[in-house]
């Protein structure tokens, strides 16, 4: 073993999100200290994008989704997808649905709108609008956006909102900047330590001793209890082999000893005190990088070093505290760690939607909009003409189903007006490719996300 600040030893751990002396065999190799034989060989599971350092003893969960993207929208001209879905959203399960023809193509878009903008966060990321024929009962619904709050009658729904691929290639494969969250798991956690006499009092003997860690949710973190920021977008697009270096950071960590210590002294066993031990981060952390390599459309590997400062506490029942903060960063390397894609729209974090015609009162708003096809300033929002709710499909043909990823996120779809030009756009989503035509004067839609807060049904 290596001794460190303050007395204490660091030694073979199963990891707890990555950290604490954890000593890595195989996809990830020893750190930049010296380490007691290991206890355990650990090899880490496959990253995904909501958890790319998961190891076994590390579960990963997914962030708060973040609102989608405004999107503006252009009335297109293509062929029937004929595709049967059966779609499930939050007012009904319709059955035998036919996917008709093209009929909306929308882009991803930064707008202004009194003062504030709302950028792009998925540049890649795009919807489809293909025409679908149902009937169904006549619903009141209460919605709530940047532009306020404003109720809507629902008729029929007409659209159906797929995830796209624009100009018929693989977009790249973009991991978005953000936080990965992921929970401890006790059962494999835990941390052998030494710690010198006097520590916790005058005349405290000496303890060693493994101590089982277990985590404590983060407050803005839901159950996770240990936060990891890729501080960086990184665009992997073909052709492949394509790479990209991304800084990443711990930002919190939250876990606490499964049960107390018990600290003697004089060597009496029956003058004795017991202390729980919580571990987080010293305020200040090491930059760190990951390297992730697409080797193909279906993924590929990443190599990462992350530097970890832990800070032990140990708190008496008593509310007694003594702290060990004076502790130097652990370096741990992963090497040739591989990654999988999975279908677009979980990829990108964005849900099918059907979209039902609403009527409401205009709002007449002016903002400012930029897309791919260009910026206009000083556009007039109208009246509301969909309102799309997250939908469940499922393909009759193939039985695949692509389930909700976010049922609070909504769209609600208003008219505004354009001149841009016509023009032709090969797209890819999951019923194939095809050239599509822009169509002009182009009658647009700019839809905006939203909030539900009350629905009715008309009876």
Same mark, same amino acid.
């Given at each position: ?206 303890? +060693?001793?493994?101590?089982? !860690? @277990?985590? %404590? &949710? *983060? ?5 996770? =209890?240990?936060?990891? /920021? ?70 590929? +590997?990443?190599?990462?070093? !992350? @530097?970890? %400062? &832990? *800070? ?5 029942? =008593?509310?007694?505290? /003594? ?70 499909? +499922? ?6 189903? %692509?389930? *909700? ?55």
């Amino acid at each position: 073993m290596r001794k460190i600040a303050c007395g204490l030893y660091w030694g073979s751990v199963v990891p707890a999100a990555l950290f604490l002396g954890l000593l890595i065999i195989g996809a990830y190799g020893v750190g930049s200290r010296a380490w007691a034989h290991p206890a355990e060989v650990v090899i880490p599971a496959p990253f995904t994008e909501e958890g790319m350092l998961a190891a076994h003893g590390v579960i990963p969960v997914p962030p708060p989704p973040p609102p989608p993207d405004h999107f503006l929208c252009y009335r297109i001209m293509g062929d029937p997808a004929g595709v049967i879905v059966d779609l499930k959203d939050q007012f009904d399960v319709e059955r035998d649905i036919t996917v008709k023809d093209p009929r909306m193509l929308c882009n991803p878009s930064q707008k202004k709108h009194d003062g504030k903008t709302t950028e792009i966060k998925n540049p890649t990321v795009h919807l489809t609008g293909f025409a679908i024929t149902d009937e169904v009962v006549p619903r009141t619904v209460t919605v709530k956006n940047q532009f306020g709050e404003q109720v809507l009658s629902l008729k029929n729904p007409k659209i159906l909102l797929v995830p796209t691929e624009k100009n018929g290639e693989l977009p790249p494969h973009v991991v978005p900047a953000g936080d990965d969250h992921l929970v401890t798991d006790p059962e494999r956690t835990y941390q052998d330590i030494q710690i010198p006499p006097d520590f916790f009092g005058h005349g405290s003997d000496p303890f +060693t001793g493994r101590i089982r !860690l @277990q985590g %404590t &949710p *983060i407050p803005s973190a839901a159950a996770a =209890d240990t936060i990891i /920021r890729r501080l960086e977008d990184v665009s992997l697009p073909p052709p492949f082999p394509s790479s990209a270096t991304v800084p990443i950071e711990i930002v919190a960590l939250s876990l606490v000893s499964v049960e107390p210590i018990r600290v003697t002294y004089g060597g009496m066993p029956l003058w004795q005190e017991f202390w729980d031990v919580h571990v987080s981060l010293a305020p200040k952390q090491s930059p760190s990088s990951m390297t992730i390599t697409r080797k193909d459309a279906s993924g590929g +590997t990443f190599d990462s070093t !992350l @530097q970890v %400062t &832990p *800070i032990l506490m140990f708190r008496r029942n =008593d509310g007694a505290m /003594r702290t060990m903060d004076n502790l130097p960063p652990i370096t741990f390397r992963a090497s040739g760690v591989a990654w999988d894609q999975t279908s677009p729209s979980h990829v990108v974090g964005i849900d099918h939607f059907k979209c039902y015609e609403a009527m409401g009162m205009p709002i007449d708003k002016m903002v400012d909009l930029k897309d791919q096809f260009g910026s206009e300033p000083m556009t007039r929002v109208r009246v509301p003409k969909f309102f799309c709710n997250p939908v469940e499909k +499922t393909r009759r043909d193939t039985g695949e189903v %692509t389930g *909700i990823l976010h049922p609070k996120d909504h769209l609600t779809c208003y008219s505004t007006e354009s001149n841009v030009d016509k023009r032709g756009i090969n797209i890819k989503t999951q019923f194939g490719t095809q050239r599509v035509k822009i169509r002009k004067p182009v009658p647009r839609l700019l839809c905006v996300p939203s909030d539900k807060t009350a629905f009715t049904s008309g009876g």
